[in-house]
C-alpha cells in the first residue's frame, strides 16, 4: 500500500494497520476484560474468534449481507460463552480448563463448518474514507477505516462508564472482587458471570468479523494467528482498564504493521525480528511498569478462584 | 402469609417491627446447629444475643436474614408469619445485618460500596448526585469514613464503621450486628453503642446484637438471650440479671477469667529493636516513620491506636510481609529482615491479625498448617523428603494441647471457626520452648469469652518465660489487662509511652486521638 510514498509509507502503514490490526484486538479484550472483571477466565475467546470469524464470512456470503454476518458472529460467540459460562460455574471445575478446551472446541467447529467457505468471496464490510479526494490512492487505501474500529472506538469508553456509573456494573464488579460480599447483598453470582462471560463473548465475536469482514478479509484457517489468547494477555497489561484496553490495542495492531511496511519501503533485513515487535513491547512495557511495591492495581479479587 | 409484592420498602416502616422465632432449627447433616430456638425481639429494644463460640448465634441470625433457610421453625413479624428467602428480602422487610466478616468490596471506594450495597434503585448511577447525598449522609452520620479511599485500604475499625453506616444509611427498622466493636476502642465502642442506643431509645430501630463484653451488653442492652450448644439457655431482662447469671447461662457453669499473673524477670536483654524505621502504606504515602521501639525479654509492649493509623503496616513490616522504607531493625543485636532463616535462627514468632489471611495457607489441612515453619526440619523432614507421620503427629499434639476443634489434623483449615484457626496459629507460633520474640496483632478479635482468656493466658505465659512480645491491640481494655508497656500511636508516630501502671485513662484517650 505504501508503494510511491517512499518512507512516508511507513508511518501512514503503521497508522493504517493500527485501526486494521487492532480491531480484533479491541473487540476480544474488550469482551475478556468484561468476563475477568465478573471473577472468571475465558481463554476460550481465541475459539471464539475464529467461529466469530468464519460465522461472519459464511453468513455473509450465503445471505450478501455483512451486517448480518456480523450480528451471526455475535450470536455464534453468545452460544460458545454460554457454554463456557456454564460449564465454568459448575463444582470443582476450572475456568482455565474450560478455556482450553473451548478453543480446541471454537475453532475445531469454525474448521469444520468453514471448510465450504475457504474458496468463495463473501461481501465485505463497507468502509468509510477518512482522506480527502485530492490525495494519492496509496493514502486512500491506507486511510479506510472499519464502522467496526469505530464502534470499538465507542465501546470502550462504554463500558468504562458501565463500570462505574450503573448498577450492573458495580454488580460485574462486586461478582468479581469479593463474591461473599456479592452473595450478602443478596446478587446471583451465576447469573452475573453468566451474562458477562456470554456478553464478553458476543464482544469477541464481532471482533472475528472483523477479521473476515475487514482485514484481512478472507476466511482461513489461519487467520486468528493466536490473537485471540494475545487478547487475554493484553487485559492483564491493561489492568482491566476498557480505556488501557483501547490504548494497548491500538498499540498492538500499530506494532504488527511494522514489520509489512518496513519491508515494503525494501528493508528486508530482520523482517522476522520486526513481526515480533509486538512481543518485545509487551516485554518491555510489563517490566517498566511492574512494581514489587504496589500490588497489580485492578485485578478482580476472585478472578480464577474456585468459587 | 404476606407477599413481598404488597409490603412497604424499609424506608416507609414508621418503626421497627415485632420479630419472633418460634421453634427454628436448623441441621447441617448431622451437625444440629441451632435445636427448637425461640425468641422475641420486641419493637424498639436493644436486644443481646450471647453464647460461646458455636452457639449457633451466628446460625440463628442468618436463618433470620435468609441466608440459611431453616429445617423447621417459623419468623413472625408484627404476628404475622413471613418467608425470608434470601438477604434481599430481609432488607425488603426493614432487617438489616452487620456481619462478622466484612461484607465490603474491597476493590471499591466507600462511596461505591454504599450505593451498591441500596437493592434495587436507578441502573444508571449519578455520581454528582450520590456523591453530595452521601456527603450530606455522612455529615449526619455518627462516624466518619472516608467516601473516596478503596475499602481495601481501610483498616479494620473503619470497615467495621462502615459495615454499621451502611445498614443507617439503608434505612432498616431492625439491624442485627455481630460483634459489633470487637475493633473498635472502648471510647469508640461506646459512641457508636451510645448512638444507636438513642435511635432504639427513641424507637427508630430493633438492635440484636451478638456480643462477647458483657460490660456492653449491662450498659447498652434491654434484654438478653442466651444460647448453649445450639439450644435456648435462658433469656431475661438486662436489669435483673448480673454478669454472673449471664455467664453461668452461658457456659452452664460459673468461670471467671484467669487472673493475670506477672512474675518479673532479671536481667531484661533488648530483644527487639526498630531503629528510625519508616514503611508506606500501598497507595505509597507514608503509614509511619521515625519509629524507635524497644521490646524486653519478659516484657509485653502494648501498642494502642485507632485502626489505621499505622500498627497494620509496622506489624507487616516486623512479620516480614512489607519492605521498610527507612530504618532498620534488629533482633538479639544482630540486623534482622525477616527471611525465613532469620525468624529461625532468633526464634521470631508472630500472630498477625486476620490468621486466615496472613497466617495460613487457606486450603491446607490444619496439620500442614501446623507444620509451616518445621517442615523442612528434623524431625519433620529427612534430606529433601517430609515425614507426613511426624507432621501429623505433632499436629494430633498440639491439637490436643491447644484445645483446637478440628474434625481431623486433615480438615482444610479453612474449614475452622474464628476462634479456632486463631488457636491452630497461637498453637503453631508457640510450639517451640525456646521462642523469643513474639509479635501479635488483634489476637483476640472476634473470639468468645473462653478464647480470649485461653489466648491472653498463652501471652502472658510466654512472656512469664522470657519472651519479648509486642502486642498490637485496638481492645485498650486488653492492652492495659496484657502490657507491661504501652505505647500510643497516631498518624504513624508514637504519641505517648508509659509503664502501663502508672498510665493514664484520659492522656492515652487525647494522644490516641492525635492531641
Known sequence: ?307 | MTTLSSLPSARQLDRPPDLQVNGMTKQFGRLMALDNLSMHLKSGSFHALLGENGAGKSTLVKCIMGFYQPTAGELLLDGNPVQIGNPRDAHRYGIGMVYQHFTSVPAMTVAENLVLSRFGGAGIINWKAEIEALRAFMSTSPFQVPLETPIAQLAAGQKQKLEILKQIYLHSRILILDEPTSVLTPAEADEVLGLLRQQVSAGELSILMISHKFREVMAFADEITVLRKGKFAGSGAVSELTVADMAEMMMGEQKVPTPVQKTSLPNATPVLEARQLGANKDNGIAAFSGIDLTVHSGEIVGIAGISGNGQRELVEVLAGQREAAAGEVWVNGERYTATRAEMYRHQVCALPEEPLRNACVAHMSVAENMALRTFDRPPQAKGILLLLQAIRQMAVGLIGQFSVKTPSPETPVQNLSGGNVQRAVLARELSTEQIKLLIAANPCFGLDFAAVDFIHTQIINARNRGVAVLLVSEDLDELLKLSDRLIVISDGQFTYQSQTTTAEYAAIGHAMAGH
Not at chain 1, 517512499?6 to 493500527?18: D, E, K, N, R, S
Not at chain 1, 450478501?64 to 465454568?88: D, E, F, N, R, T
Not at chain 1, 509489512?260 to 510489563?286: D, E, R
Request: net charge positive; aromatic share 10%.
Open chain 1, 1 to 307: 500500500m505504501a508503494e510511491g510514498l517512499g518512507w512516508w509509507g511507513v508511518p501512514l502503514a503503521i497508522v493504517a494497520g493500527t485501526m486494521r490490526g487492532g480491531t480484533p484486538f479491541l473487540f476480544v479484550s474488550l469482551g475478556e476484560c468484561l468476563t475477568e472483571k465478573s471473577g472468571k477466565i475465558n481463554l476460550g475467546l481465541e475459539g471464539t474468534l475464529l467461529t466469530g470469524a468464519m460465522t461472519a464470512y459464511g453468513v455473509s456470503y450465503l445471505t450478501g449481507s455483512p451486517w448480518l454476518g456480523i450480528l451471526a458472529a455475535g450470536l455464534a460467540g453468545l452460544v460458545l460463552g454460554s457454554i463456557h459460562g456454564w460449564l465454568s460455574q459448575q463444582f470443582r471445575v476450572n475456568d482455565v480448563a474450560v478455556g482450553i478446551a473451548m478453543i480446541i472446541f471454537g475453532s475445531g467447529i469454525a474448521f469444520f463448518f468453514g471448510k465450504p467457505f475457504i474458496q468463495p468471496s463473501a461481501p465485505q464490510l463497507p468502509t468509510l474514507n477518512l482522506a480527502g479526494s485530492n490525495v494519492s490512492p496509496a493514502v486512500e487505501a491506507a486511510l479506510q477505516i472499519s464502522p467496526l474500529f469505530l464502534l470499538g472506538l465507542a465501546i470502550a469508553p462504554l463500558m468504562k462508564w458501565f463500570f462505574q456509573s450503573t448498577r450492573w456494573g458495580l454488580y460485574v464488579r462486586a461478582v468479581g472482587d469479593s463474591p461473599d460480599a456479592a452473595r450478602a447483598m443478596g446478587v446471583s453470582i451465576f447469573k452475573v458471570r453468566m451474562l458477562s462471560i456470554m456478553a464478553g463473548s458476543f464482544l469477541a465475536g464481532i471482533g472475528g468479523a472483523s477479521l473476515s469482514l475487514y482485514y484481512p478479509g478472507v476466511w482461513t484457517e489461519r487467520i486468528s494467528s493466536g490473537q485471540g489468547l494475545m487478547a487475554v494477555a493484553l487485559v492483564i497489561f491493561a489492568r482491566w482498564n476498557p480505556m488501557i484496553c483501547l490504548w494497548a490495542s491500538l498499540l498492538f495492531g500499530g506494532a504488527q504493521a511494522l514489520g509489512p511496511s518496513l519491508q515494503s519501503v525494501g528493508i528486508k533485513q530482520g523482517y522476522y525480528l520486526f513481526n515480533a515487535a509486538p512481543y518485545v513491547l509487551t516485554l518491555l512495557i510489563m517490566i517498566v511498569t511492574c512494581s514489587p511495591k504496589r500490588t497489580l492495581a485492578g485485578v478482580p479479587g476472585a478472578l480464577g478462584m474456585d468459587n
